[in-house]
């Protein structure tokens, strides 16, 4: 039988793996030569590569992976790759407290997205912590958010629209490996910004860029994206949107840290909002009395074990689960 998680430990690694994108921005201010384009290429290469790697080791054929995968996960490894795309694109035209800001809303999206398509409803926590949250990500940016051309704008809000719409889409694939979208995305971002770095400057980057690379790409994507994946078989998309921004909250804090880069006040303050609704939400999850998820959502939709470090391996489509 596959492991499973009650919903207080789906938030919980949702909340972790949002801890472990958070390093994923100072990996690109750490860089010393290579432009967006080709950290974008390598990252999302060595993003590829790791989940290969993963789906091998837990003893599942990547071609069989792939084509067991049904339509909705494979739908949802593009939209994995536009998301690389859209967020690199959006930089250069919009300030990042914009895309920040915008970020922020992708809990409402993914809120009525999964009450449209899944009929999933939307807890009243839920509803409380999402205001909350996007408060303290408006302190945050403060006034900084500035002024960028229409496209900048648009691509912003179609990147929050797609962050929703992934956790929906993963919640309502059949029970394959986890760990195929990274595959798919990563591969298909990595050939995309491949073409455009080869258009330009070229693929070649210092050693060093390529180790920050393999840091974002491979540990960080590679590694806790096919865990993020599963987990949302256990966890209602708005809620994994909602604690997902604790990427945003905590990336200041790092770049603070290692670069020196001073927040300021309301950058803190703001965090501390955001960071403390969304841990307002887990404790709740966790005081309640309705740690599982109904039968129809829990177990027939969402993924089941597959490419996930730590967990068991994934047999086949036609085996029971628990």
Do not use: K
């Given at each position: 039988m596959a492991p499973t998680l009650n919903r207080f430990q789906g938030s919980v690694a949702v909340l972790i793996c949002g801890v472990a994108f958070s390093?994923?921005?100072?990996?690109?201010?750490?860089?010393?030569?290579?432009?967006?384009?080709q950290y974008l290429s390598h990252r999302s290469f060595f993003a590829a590569a790791v989940s290969l790697v993963i789906i091998v080791?837990?003893?599942?054929?990547?071609?069989?992976?792939?084509?067991?995968?049904?339509?909705?996960?494979?739908?949802?490894?593009?939209?994995?790759?536009?998301?690389?795309?859209?967020?690199?694109?959006?930089?250069?035209?919009?300030?990042?407290?914009?895309?920040?800001?915008?970020?922020?809303?992708?809990?409402?999206?993914?809120?009525?997205?999964?009450?449209?398509?899944?009929?999933?409803?939307?807890?009243?926590?839920?509803?409380?912590?999402i205001l909350a949250a996007g408060i303290g990500v408006v302190v945050m940016v403060g006034g900084n958010v500035?002024?960028?051309?229409?496209?900048?704008?648009?691509?912003?809000?179609?990147?929050?629209?797609?962050?929703?719409?992934?956790?929906?889409?993963?919640?309502?694939?059949?029970?394959?490996?986890?760990?195929?979208?990274?595959?798919?995305?990563?591969?298909?971002?990595?050939?995309?910004?491949g073409l455009v770095a080869a258009s330009g400057p070229g693929l070649g980057a210092p050693a060093y860029d390529l180790w920050m690379a393999f840091i974002a790409g491979g540990l960080l994507i590679g590694f806790f994206t096919p865990i993020w994946n599963y987990v949302h078989r256990f966890v209602p998309p708005a809620d994994v949107?909602?604690?997902?921004?604790?990427?945003?909250?905590m990336a200041p804090l790092w770049v603070w840290i290692w670069q020196e880069e001073e927040p300021t006040t309301g950058t803190l303050v703001g965090g501390a909002i955001a960071l403390g609704a969304v841990l307002w939400l887990t404790i709740r999850a966790a005081r309640s009395g309705?740690?599982?998820?109904?039968?129809?959502?829990?177990?027939?939709?969402?993924?089941?074990?597959?490419?996930?470090?730590?967990?068991?391996?994934?047999?086949?489509?036609?085996?029971?689960v628990g």
């Open positions: 390093f994923g921005p100072l990996t690109l201010r750490a860089l010393h030569e290579a432009d967006e384009w080791v837990a003893g599942r054929n990547p071609v069989r992976a792939v084509r067991d995968a049904g339509l909705r996960q494979v739908l949802a490894g593009f939209l994995l790759a536009s998301m690389f795309t859209l967020f690199v694109v959006a930089l250069s035209r919009v300030s990042a407290a914009f895309v920040l800001l915008m970020q922020s809303t992708s809990p409402f999206y993914a809120a009525l997205l999964g009450r449209v398509f899944l009929g999933e409803p939307v807890s009243r926590d839920t509803l409380w912590a500035g002024v960028g051309d229409p496209v900048g704008i648009v691509l912003s809000i179609a990147l929050s629209i797609a962050l929703g719409g992934y956790a929906v889409l993963i919640r309502s694939a059949p029970a394959r490996d986890p760990g195929v979208p990274t595959l798919i995305g990563g591969t298909v971002a990595a050939v995309v910004a949107s909602l604690l997902l921004i604790s990427e945003v909250v309705q740690h599982e998820l109904p039968d129809r959502m829990g177990r027939v939709r969402g993924l089941h074990v597959g490419s996930v470090p730590g967990f068991r391996h994934y047999r086949g489509p036609d085996d029971q």
